[in-house]
């Protein structure tokens, strides 16, 4: 007779989503009578996240509030306001007057949290396959480890994203390498960066600091840089009740509200960057040294390395193409979400998909998946049926509360517990 499931709970991946998760996890068990079981699974060998952006004047775009658990706790002990007072910072971060904390703080926020529910996670840990096995899932690692449990939550993050036919190398590489890799480049006498969101303005200007010899070039579609949509009534998308709407909407509605609604955080860019950015420009002109060199309504037309990466830039207004001897070519060109397919495996054939082929997903973050074993919840990737919180902080708190709130429920029920009992014992 098989084993029980080990666990109730097993999460693949620990980035600040299933990180919530394991916090809501933690105070649901703190006062339970009997505590849930989870367990999750991380390939880093300890908590990081974006690191490679962690540009030490950059700060966070989304309020503190919207932290790992306050927006479903507003008394949790997880939140950024007890972080801070054990930091010692409470009293300064007050007096700071913002609601955007350094990007590096914040993370150092993460890092604090995670510490604290080390007992639920193991790093180092890289999943390959997901399977069903006597009833239950098994998440297997690369190391050959094996972990079994009743539910499943993906929270496998965001993948960088590179345009068709870039091939990246020691001298291009995506923005999301830029802390780690940026010493390797020398002094370089020309950098290009390409894309026209926030990563893309602040890796250019991080560059046009680092390298004061140095030109640096942005190249990007649009006539000029987006500033992003931060102002009240916009920001109600984000909302707990701005998923619900978003769900409940027809298909077309849903398009059209991303559509609508897509600057206040796509190839977006903060209003006092950008003018920072063109006050830089302004300057240079000024002095007759243009040394920040912006290529808007462009794209790329051709990369080809030898000693060095010969960018060639395509006007799309006009036709005029520019060569570019450049030194360091950075992608800042975003993400996309982490295909669960492939980890799924066989299991993929058995979830359920809407006539665009995409995955269909329950309120609850549940996929559509009758006949499996048990649950399997998103974290991320949802942005067709939940919004465009779907991989963002701004929603992460309640999201993860919805999520332990439905695991819980199914647990209790008496059909499922049943239905798992013969499965065991079949």
């Excluded at 991380?42 to 540009?55: A, D, I, K, T, Y």
């Amino acid at each position: 007779m098989p084993l029980p499931p080990e666990f109730d709970l097993a999460g693949v991946g620990f980035g600040p989503s299933n990180l919530a998760l394991a916090i809501a996890v933690a105070e649901h068990n703190a006062t339970a009578a009997e505590p849930l079981t989870a367990h999750f699974l991380e390939r880093q060998r300890s908590f990081g996240w974006h690191r490679g952006m962690l540009l030490e004047d950059a700060t966070m775009q989304v309020s503190f509030l919207k932290d790992l658990a306050t927006m479903r706790n507003p008394v949790s002990g997880f939140g950024f306001l007890p972080y801070l007072h054990e930091r010692g910072r409470l009293v300064d971060f007050i007096n700071h007057k913002t609601f955007f904390p350094l990007r590096t703080e914040f993370h150092d926020y993460l890092e604090w949290a995670a510490a604290k529910v080390d007992d639920q996670v193991s790093y180092h840990r890289e999943v390959v396959s997901v399977r069903e096995s006597d009833g239950c899932f098994e998440v297997r690692t690369s190391d050959g480890d094996v972990c079994r449990a009743r539910n499943l939550v993906l929270g496998t993050g965001l993948r960088p994203n590179l345009p068709d036919g870039a091939v990246p190398s020691d001298r291009a590489w995506h923005n999301t390498e830029l802390l780690h890799r940026v010493d390797t480049v020398g002094k370089p006498d020309r950098c290009v960066v390409v894309g026209a969101g926030q990563s893309a303005a602040e890796t250019t200007a991080f560059l046009h600091d680092r390298f004061p010899e140095a030109e640096i070039c942005s190249v990007f579609a649009r006539y000029g840089y987006r500033p992003s949509d931060d102002s009240a009534f916009a920001n109600r998308i984000f909302d707990p009740s701005g998923v619900d709407a978003f769900y409940s909407a027809p298909e077309d509605v849903k398009q059209r509200l991303m559509n609508y609604h897509g600057n206040t955080n796509y190839s977006a860019v903060d209003i006092d960057l950008i003018d920072d950015l063109y006050r830089r420009r302004y300057r240079e002109n000024v002095q007759g040294r243009e040394r920040l060199r912006i290529f808007p309504a462009s794209r790329l037309a051709d990369v080809v390395e030898d000693e060095a990466v010969r960018v060639t830039v395509e006007s799309l207004t006009t036709g005029e193409k520019t060569v570019l001897e450049a030194d360091l070519l950075v992608y800042a060109t975003g993400y996309r979400p982490a295909d669960p397919s492939s980890l799924l495996g066989d299991l993929d054939g058995r979830c359920r998909r809407d006539e665009h082929g995409r995955l269909r997903v329950e309120r609850d973050y549940r996929l559509v998946a009758p006949d499996l074993p048990g649950a399997i919840y998103l974290q991320g990737g949802t942005e067709h049926t939940h919004g465009i919180t779907s991989s963002l902080l701004s929603n992460t708190a309640v999201r993860a509360g919805e999520i332990l709130a439905s695991v819980l429920g199914r647990l209790d029920a008496a059909d499922w517990s049943s239905e798992c009992a013969v499965r065991e014992s079949a």
